[in-house]
């Protein structure tokens, strides 16, 4: 009989929303273009009030002049004259006078920001009878009207001379200008986040106990990034020694202990007559055996052939020492051919402390039998493997520490012998393995361990 399906709300614990972060590459890249725009922002109200505004100004005079010099010369020339006055003006100067008809039809010149006051000096320089066009008679053009005595006159002249900037050629410049700026502001802060994005790297491997793995640039151009690379490593080579030496101590402690308590159980066993009292003395000292299994397995170092392992053969594997203990029972509800990349000792070794630590504290109250579920589901390439008994469970204050090394729960889940590293070393096995492990209190009772490992897709 297959265990029954978990609810997706109680297979982890609730997490509160992540903020919305940002990396340190594009915080700084962000804060150089907000430098970079407020600086273009400032250059462009200074362009405007230093030359954009005299360009405008001297743009009018010269529009007036170029007027008035056309009325003076026409006021003073005869028939031939102005006919040859009239063709080359438009020849050379690119400029058309036309004689001003009541019924011509005039659309205003249309101008905004400092080109009006373009039109309104115009207008002050040539007289309040003067108009100002965009269009004459379907014409397009700058046209401007004016007065010769009882004749009236239009003076059509090219619209770009009321475009002091160029046209639209300044935008272009202002944005090839911003577009390089910006690319320079992201090489900047990829320049300056390269050395602490691989120091995060660094620290990230020495967090998980790779403390060789990733040494940093001693030579380093900067001062102050040399000095933190040379300290950096020379921590990482600290805390790899030590962590030999701890490993070699406890190996060396595991030793010379094991040879006295393998005597002392055997003088055990042919001097004391008691059977009962021999038997509680061979028990305590398989008890501090087992503790000394214990410490061995928490110091034990990261196992280095991670591949596929099939998890149906590791569970078989890990409850077949209880198959037969009528107040154990274990439903496993796992698919056969799933796979995922561990190290096959080391799960069965998460796996059998999870089940001891089950037997001995998950006794279901109403009548003492130990109930355990195995499942495993499959969610976004990771295998979440659930271990769930129907004991008691623990307080909320105790289910905070239980995998600190060396913490013992509550009554209901402690054992006096115990050296309070089960769970510990569950973890710190698990996380060996390039997964995750958890630990809470069922909603429908019991303690539930849930665990995520990489999965390892089945070959076909």
Not at 372 to 391: F, K
Request: glycine share 6%; hydrophobic share 45%.
């Amino acid at each position: 009989m297959s265990a029954p399906e978990i609810p997706p709300e109680q297979t982890e614990p609730e997490q509160s929303p992540r903020r919305f972060k940002l990396s340190l590459f594009w915080r700084t890249f962000f804060l150089l273009a907000l430098l970079i725009l407020c600086s273009s922002l400032a250059w462009l109200q200074m362009f405007r009030t230093q030359e954009y505004e005299p360009r405008i100004l001297r743009n009018a005079h010269q529009i007036a002049t170029v007027v008035n010099l056309t009325k003076t010369a026409l006021m003073h020339s005869d028939a031939i004259a102005r006919v040859a006055l009239l063709k080359m003006l438009a020849d050379e100067e690119d400029v058309s006078i036309q004689t001003r008809e009541p019924g011509d039809k005039i659309v205003p010149f249309i101008a905004s920001g400092m080109e009006n006051r373009l039109v309104e000096e115009m207008v002050k320089r040539l007289g309040p009878g003067t108009v100002i066009a965009s269009r004459v008679n379907d014409a397009a053009g700058l046209w401007v009207g004016f007065q010769i005595e009882q004749d009236s006159y239009w003076l059509q002249m090219d619209p770009e001379r009321l475009q002091p900037l160029g046209g639209s050629a300044w935008l272009t410049w202002l944005g090839v200008t911003l577009t390089l700026s910006l690319t320079g502001a992201a090489l900047v802060a990829r320049l300056i986040n390269r050395p602490l994005k691989r120091l995060s790297f660094a620290a990230s491997q020495v967090r998980e106990g790779h403390f060789n793995t990733s040494t940093l640039d001693e030579d380093a151009a900067t001062s102050e990034i040399r000095e933190v690379n040379i300290g950096f490593n020379r921590m990482a080579e600290r805390l790899a020694k030590i962590e030999q030496e701890r490993a070699l101590m406890l190996a060396g402690i595991s030793h010379d202990l094991r040879t006295p308590l393998a005597r002392l159980r055997l003088e055990t066993e042919l001097s004391v007559a008691d059977l009962e009292t021999r038997d509680l003395m061979a028990a305590d000292i398989a008890q501090l055996d087992a503790i000394i299994d214990k410490f061995l397995d928490y110091a034990r170092p990261e196992p280095t052939d991670l591949g596929p392992v099939l998890l149906s053969g590791v569970i078989s594997r890990s409850i077949a020492p209880w198959r037969n203990n009528q107040r154990f029972e274990i439903k496993v509800d796992v698919a056969e051919d799933l796979q995922v990349k561990a190290e096959q000792v080391e799960l069965v070794r998460v796996l059998s402390n999870l089940l001891e630590n089950a037997r001995r504290y998950g006794q279901s109250p109403s009548d003492g039998i130990t109930r355990v579920e195995i499942v495993a589901r499959v969610h976004d390439g990771w295998v979440l493997l659930r271990v769930r008994d129907q004991g008691p469970g623990v307080s909320e204050e105790a289910l905070k520490n239980l995998t600190q090394p060396f913490f013992r729960g509550d009554a209901a889940r402690t054992e006096a012998t115990g050296s309070g590293l089960g769970l510990a070393i569950v973890e710190r096995s698990v996380q060996r393995m390039g997964g995750t492990f958890s630990v809470f209190n069922n909603s429908a009772g019991g303690l539930m361990a849930l665990m995520k490992f990489r999965q390892v897709p089945s070959e076909s």
